[in-house]
């Protein structure tokens, strides 16, 4: 399993268009795949939409997306209001949940780390021994890293019923004293992983996406 994730950086006022744009088409679109999720920014990176998209590995998604072209009802014609766009392909951890649909937020944290080249084995170490403590306190949809795009790149996804529940959550969760996964990995006398850099998104889902 494989998801690509497409950004794309929005013309100032045009989400609610783009939107009705790319559901509207996504009606057709679905007939070769389903979505995985849609979100818009709230906080952070502001005017970007965020689809998902999983397949079965690249050789599916080239032959789903070449069909969806060919049917001459994709893409969505959204082209006027796209300032950049930007194509990732993530592999989910061993550890990590299917992305599957349902209701769990609204409110979505979208957190990516980037982290020094052959650390990755080490960080799913960390990460699947401080995971089951922490999703006692609220769930993690997902944990991907990168193949294909920006590279060495590690993304969580976690849902939340409002903001105040997220502040709520990860104040508990440190207060534990066993996340983050460098805390526990500290306090167990392992190696931590130091990241290169971090970016965080608060996102919220479309009227379409099948993750709410």
């Given amino acids: 399993m494989i998801y690509e994730m497409r950004t794309y950086d929005i013309k100032p006022g045009s989400q609610a268009e783009v939107e009705r744009r790319f559901g509207e088409a996504y009606e057709k679109r679905r007939r070769f795949s389903e979505l995985a999720a849609f979100f818009h920014t709230e906080i952070g990176p502001l005017n970007q939409i965020i689809h998902i998209w999983p397949y079965a590995d690249l050789a599916e998604r080239d032959r789903i997306r070449a069909a969806a072209v060919a049917d001459k009802t994709w893409p969505p014609d959204i082209k006027d209001f ?28 979208m957190r990516t780390y980037t982290y020094p080249a052959g650390k990755l084995g080490l960080l799913m170490d960390n990460w699947e021994r401080a995971l089951p403590e922490r999703t006692k306190m609220s769930p993690c949809l997902a944990t991907w890293y990168s ?7 590690f993304m969580h996804l976690w849902p939340y019923a409002t903001m105040n529940d997220r502040m709520d959550t990860r104040n508990r969760a440190v207060a534990a004293g066993n996340w983050p996964p460098s805390a526990l990995a500290k306090k167990e006398g392992r190696d931590a992983v130091a990241y290169l ?15 709410q």
């Fill in 82 to 109: 796209i300032v950049a766009m930007r194509s990732e392909i993530f592999i989910p951890c061993p550890f990590s949940p299917e992305l599957k649909p349902g209701r769990y937020g609204p409110v979505f944290e």
């Fill in 147 to 153: 193949e294909l795009g920006g590279l060495n790149r």
């Fill in 197 to 211: 850099a971090q970016e965080n998104k608060i996102v919220m889902p479309s009227s379409f996406s099948p993750v």
